[in-house]
């Protein structure tokens, strides 16, 4: 905290930190008071993993997120020190999102409307990223089943756009107005239908409600083509689940446990019988 902290009081900033909510790979979370109102601040950590992320930062995307109101209104960001500071919304419980999920197609519809930097990195960039420190592995049978399925998915790239890559159920926060998106450090160029999967599996959506869901998106008829698509991504994003975790484990000792990878082959299993 004393390193938020300084940078604050360098900035001569009004604020209050209460406590430490959040320490991942790439950031430390802290909640508190900016400006006399209840804010999440967000300080990146130094990249020691040499991961693609914060290309939202990076490329002034976050101007358009802002002003698509797909995030909490967003305080104060600074690209070079990695600090972000935005409102703290009081979330509804799970249940609210599924009586919103048409509501959370429109705001994904929003997400991947935004225009993005040419220089932005790609998914590919990312998936090439973490099989690049896995030589040694590459012959695992489920990275060899990822490259083959991605070298497939890579056909319909005119399907891209600016995705978040990791809308989890953590990730979509709902209040009594509004549906926000939040923590965009693995955002790039991907496909549309990642997030849509993405969403889909993490909300555990029904038929009924994954129509919903798509019909808020845009899609209204759904065809055997785009379930195939989503199926497909579905298994995508469990195959770069997995491969995350392999580059973590193999950079940091201790980090990911072997249980964890064991379920997220388990997963990928169960996915393709």
């Known amino acids: 905290m004393n390193t938020l902290e300084a940078i604050l009081n360098q900035k001569s900033f009004d604020f209050k930190i209460f406590e430490k909510v959040g320490d991942g790979e790439t950031s430390e979370i802290f909640i508190g008071q900016f400006n006399k109102r209840k804010s999440i601040f967000k300080l990146t950590k130094k990249n020691t993993f040499n991961l693609l992320i914060n290309e939202y930062l990076k490329n002034d995307v976050i101007e358009n997120i802002k002003t698509k109101n797909i995030t909490p209104k967003i305080f104060f960001y600074d690209k070079k020190i990695g600090l972000l500071i935005y409102e703290y919304v009081e979330m509804e419980s799970s249940r609210q999102l599924l009586k919103n999920i048409h509501n959370i197609g429109e705001k994904l519809k929003q997400l991947h409307q935004i225009k993005f930097n040419k220089k932005m990195k790609t998914f590919e960039d990312q998936f090439n990223l973490y099989l690049s420190q896995l ?15 991605f070298n497939h998915l890579k056909k319909y790239e005119n399907e891209n756009v600016f995705s978040h890559n990791d809308l989890n159920l953590e990730n979509i ?15 790039s160029i991907n496909s549309k239908y990642s997030d849509i999967s993405k969403i889909i599996n993490s909300l555990e959506l029904n038929d009924l409600e994954k129509n919903k869901f798509l019909k808020g998106y845009g899609i209204e ?7 195939t698509k989503i199926e497909s991504w579905s298994l995508m994003n469990s195959y770069t689940e997995l491969i995350w975790a392999m580059y973590l484990k193999k950079l940091s000792k201790g980090l990911i446990k072997e249980k964890y990878l064991e379920s997220l082959m388990t997963n990928i299993k169960q996915q393709t019988l």
């Open 173 to 187: 926060l709902t209040n009594k107005k509004d549906i926000f998106f939040i923590d965009y450090e693995y955002s």
């Open 135 to 149: 030589k040694p592995e590459l012959n695992n049978r489920y990275l060899i089943e990822a490259v083959e399925l």
């Open 221 to 227: 008829n759904k065809n055997n083509d785009i379930d």
